[in-house]
């Protein structure tokens, strides 16, 4: 229940890498994850190249500002990938693609649930996440994928970054859950 309590989207990073020995430690996290009929099925990139992830992010925000209808969001996600300076990756250190190998059914809502095992395991670690759903879109392009040698059948479901955090961000609190006793 701790690290539920205090797992926030870290949106600021220090330079220090993440490790390939701790993104396989996340990445075992992730699979320990409920399936639909066990099927598990996920699969998984990461880059740990800072530089790297933000030459994605810069080509990521400009491909949404050319196709809006691909944003989602309405004029408030225009106005933040407008903003001098943003990074869609926020400059992390590593990024983790969740990936559904295929359109079974329930493949996306696995992929899901082993992403949030994932950025509750790094906040374990004090590791700050962020899952981007902005980046999806273009992650999920034909030619991106090429060029990440990811299987065109592939669909990335949750792209997360990771870094240890400048600082952990406060809580913004919850509302009441809605609950209808049936």
């Known amino acids: 229940m701790n690290v539920l309590r205090k797992r926030r989207a870290v949106r600021d990073y220090k330079d220090n890498p993440i490790s390939r020995e701790v993104i396989e430690h996340l990445i075992g996290a992730a699979i320990l994850a409920p399936s639909a009929v066990n099927l598990q099925p996920w699969a998984f990139?990461?880059?740990?190249?800072?530089?790297?992830?933000?030459?994605?992010?810069?080509?990521?925000?400009?491909?949404?500002?050319?196709?809006?209808?691909?944003?989602?969001?309405?004029?408030?996600?225009?106005?933040?990938?407008?903003?001098?300076?943003?990074?869609?990756?926020?400059?992390?250190?590593?990024?983790?693609?969740?990936?559904?190998?295929?359109?079974?059914?329930?493949?996306?809502?696995d992929c899901c649930l082993a992403a949030e095992n994932l950025m509750l395991a790094a906040r374990d670690e004090e590791i700050g996440s962020c899952w981007i759903g902005f980046a999806r879109p273009w992650l999920n392009l034909p030619s991106t994928k090429k060029e990440l040698g990811l299987a065109q059948e592939y669909c990335v479901v949750a792209p997360v970054v990771l870094g240890y955090p400048a600082a952990w961000p406060e809580s913004h609190g919850r509302k009441r859950p809605e609950i209808h006793w049936l």
């Open 45 to 109: 990139a990461a880059l740990l190249d800072a530089q790297r992830i933000d030459s994605y992010a810069e080509r990521a925000r400009r491909w949404l500002l050319d196709n809006p209808a691909e944003i989602g969001f309405g004029d408030e996600a225009r106005e933040i990938l407008e903003k001098p300076g943003f990074s869609i990756f926020y400059h992390a250190p590593a990024l983790v693609l969740v990936m559904a190998q295929n359109p079974v059914r329930q493949a996306i809502e």
